[in-house]
């Protein structure tokens, strides 16, 4: 289970109605929307409970930033948790963000491969009127996501940041788009080759041959196209490119002092590669796009002629008018026919504009421009069997539920209505409330297995593997399928349910099990107290993901705290003292304590004086390494003033008192400088971290005060 929180771009999006409209709307799909659930309202409409919602955010006018909360929780392939479970773990979630009295609305999605719900919440409490915004959302949403899947015994996903934000993004558009990202094409071309390069000279050589050139930028060195510009970070493509990792082994970086090389590749977009060969697909997309931007084109030029023809027409027209009302003698009449004539051809021009906008939108709507795995659904959804294996060649695992009808399958396609393609090339057929999940060699009821959609399954199944059918699942959804394909004069096949006692071993609470499993086996996995009972060695192996998790053979609580937050049984409900703590080091700081402030007897129990933890703060105006980072800063703008640069003078802070103007802040060898302006030179004063911090909230050319020994004042407050 994941969840997300989705930040809107723009003002429209933000608007609490629009999101709930999107949300909430079936687009022409029986599949799409579940159920919506509305809370904290007095209206138990959609549409009544928006104009509630948008009322309470009108009336907060303190607050000009978003005052709309979209968040998304999505479950793994093939997971669909009971009604009550989603509804406990909505609340659970919006309880941890701290909007758990916060009007909202959300729905169920059952239209792609992860079963997700959309949440709209109001940002502004109803009775106070604040707006709250979660701070580090994304950490409390991991921690309660983890709680949770333990909990209603859901799959565990692994909720820990592994790739950086680059790669992310890259990942989530061949997820989105399919189309192959810059990263994955370096990686599989140029990287190897790279990694035994001797000089600067190869690294470029190398990217050169593959159209690509690399850069220096800020403290690190990006990687181009040059056939449209697309850049990344090169450590995004691998470790050992990025500038420390080249420089350590290559020297100072170089720029590209050769001509251009004239490139053996390039890199364009094209589908990620799969065990499908999708090249005259992709082709006949291509030419698809270009022959709909051609239309678009011709359309546009259709309709900018027809809006000029129709202001010539009024040109023409208020010219005419305009001759003839000159012939009235009088001059009251004649300025009162002006006027009006101008305040018509202000509503035809405006008549003009008005037409031309919806013409531009009904041309943008019919020939916008699809991406690739949107094309490839809408082909699938039409009947083609290449598009539709070319979805289903993109799947990296297979299904998780095991609850369906299989046999040997022959056509892709039925009879039955198509209800909608997902992006794995899962084929939903829908009628009167049933519905039923093709994945190719398997057919699973949706939304519960009830006889109406059990009977449509077998039905599909009959003209796709034909009147011998193979029946998976537990012994009940078996026997109620042999029940009714003997009713149609179908045979199947039953095989053998997963063994309970082989269930038990997932690393799953028996809680949350939707079905089978018997209920001594769900005591079994239950401790005292409610506590859910799982393997803890495998759970820790899965969370850190390193496969060092060892399992004792034995359960553990999965309420026991981890290790450091909270205090030993007999150190409970008391205050400690910092001098029991028998600290050695403190981390992030200027000093560390040395052995001899350490006691010796640290393995004793004992009380330490407070004076023991004391350590000495060194002088910042005469510390060596403050001053060779002071001349260091000093001297290079100093080279750059006299090569004719446009520097002011800079000089060391000596001491001086008095006003002066803040002038910027740089961080040279770790240390701190501060920035000052007095009359046409430049002040250079090192200061701490925290000074530093507090300083640079301040704006380039606030006056402040210089004390004694350097010391800042600004807002009553000093360094």
């Not at 040109?315 to 000159?326: G, N, W």
């Not at 399928?481 to 096949?493: F, R």
């Not at 053998?496 to 209920?519: F, L, T, Y």
């Not at 910042?620 to 060779?628: E, I, P, R």
Request: proline share 3%; hydrophobic share 35%.
């Amino acid at each position: 289970m994941i969840a997300k929180h989705v930040p809107m771009r723009t003002a429209r999006l933000s608007a609490f109605s629009k999101l709930v409209d999107y949300i909430s709307n079936s687009q022409g799909r029986q599949e799409r929307v579940g159920e919506v659930t509305i809370t904290n309202c007095h209206s138990g409409n959609v549409a009544d409970a928006c104009m509630e919602v948008e009322a309470l955010q009108a009336s907060q006018i303190r607050s000009k930033g978003d005052k709309t909360y979209h968040l998304i929780v999505s479950f793994p392939v093939g997971e669909s948790p009971a009604p009550e479970v989603l509804k406990a773990v909505e609340a659970e979630i919006c309880a941890a963000l701290g909007f758990s009295d916060h009007q909202r609305i959300s729905a169920v999605h059952h239209d792609t491969d992860n079963l997700h719900i959309h949440l709209a919440i109001n940002k502004v409490h109803p009775v106070s009127g604040n707006v709250l915004s979660p701070y580090n959302d994304y950490k409390t949403l991991a921690k309660t996501c983890e709680r949770l899947e333990v909990q209603f015994g859901l799959q565990l996903v692994n909720h820990q940041r592994l790739r950086p934000t680059g790669e992310g993004r890259a990942n989530d558009m061949e997820a989105m788009a399919g189309v192959e990202s810059l990263i994955s094409w370096v990686r599989q071309t140029c990287v190897e080759e790279m990694r035994g390069a001797q000089s600067w000279t190869e690294i470029h050589t190398i990217l050169g041959h593959h159209g690509l050139e690399v850069q220096s930028r800020a403290n690190g060195l990006i990687i181009v196209s040059k056939e449209d510009g697309t850049c990344i970070k090169a450590s995004s493509a691998s470790r050992d490119l990025s500038k420390a990792a080249l420089e350590g082994r290559l020297g100072q970086f170089q720029r590209d002092p050769s001509a251009v090389t004239v490139p053996k590749a390039v890199y364009a977009q094209r589908p990620v590669r799969t065990k499908i060969d999708t090249s005259a697909l992709f082709q006949r997309y291509r030419d698809a796009m270009n022959a709909n931007q051609g239309g678009r084109k011709e359309a546009m030029d259709t309709a900018k002629v027809k809006r000029g023809h129709a202001h010539e027409q009024i040109t023409k027209a208020v010219r005419a008018q305009r001759d003839k009302i000159k012939t009235i003698k009088s001059p009251i009449l004649r300025k009162l026919s002006f006027a009006a004539i101008n305040f018509a051809q202000r509503n035809a021009r405006d008549a003009v504009r008005v037409a031309y906008e919806y013409e531009r939108k009904r041309i943008d709507g019919a020939y916008r421009k699809t991406a690739w795995l949107d094309w490839l659904k809408g082909q699938a959804e039409t009947g083609n069997a290449e598009a539709l294996a070319a979805l289903r060649g993109r799947r990296e695992r297979g299904p998780t539920q095991r609850e369906g009808l299989s046999g040997m399958g022959a056509a892709a396609f039925v009879g039955a209505r198509v209800d909608a393609v997902t992006r794995s090339g899962t084929i939903i057929y829908a009628n009167d409330g049933a519905a039923v999940r093709d994945e190719g060699k398997l057919l699973h009821v949706s939304r519960g297995a009830d006889d109406k959609a059990i009977l449509m399954a077998l039905e599909i199944a009959r003209q796709r593997f034909g009147d011998t059918l193979k029946v998976e699942g537990n012994s009940q959804f078996q026997g109620r399928v042999a029940a009714l394909a003997q009713g149609l004069g179908i045979s199947v096949n039953l095989t053998k349910s997963k063994d309970e006692n082989e269930r038990g071993k997932d690393i799953r609470s028996a809680s949350g099990r939707s079905g089978g499993g018997s209920q001594s086996d769900a005591n079994a996995t239950r401790g005292p107290a409610g506590g859910d009972r799982v393997d803890r060695g495998a759970y820790d192996a899965w969370r850190t993901g390193d496969g060092r998790g060892r399992s004792s053979g034995r359960g553990a609580w999965t309420h026991l705290a981890e290790v450091g937050r909270e205090p030993p049984p007999q150190a409970r409900n008391r205050v400690r003292h910092l001098s029991e703590l028998n600290v050695a080091r403190f981390e992030r700081r200027t000093s560390m304590l040395l052995p001899r402030d350490v006691r010796h007897d640290l393995d004793q129990r004992g009380r330490g004086a407070d004076r023991d933890v004391r350590r000495p703060v060194h002088n910042l105006s005469t510390d060596q390494n403050l001053t060779a980072a002071t001349d260091k800063y000093v001297a290079e703008r100093e080279a750059k003033r006299q090569s004719g640069f446009s520097v002011a003078k800079h000089r060391p802070y000596n001491g001086e008192v008095g006003s002066a103007e803040y002038a910027g802040r740089r961080t040279i060898d770790g240390v701190n400088l501060l920035l000052l302006r007095q009359k046409e030179e430049i002040m250079v004063l090192p200061v701490n971290a925290k000074t530093a911090a507090r300083v640079a909230r301040l704006s380039i050319g606030t006056e402040i005060e210089l004390g004694e020994g350097g010391k800042i004042i600004t807002k009553g407050r000093g360094r």
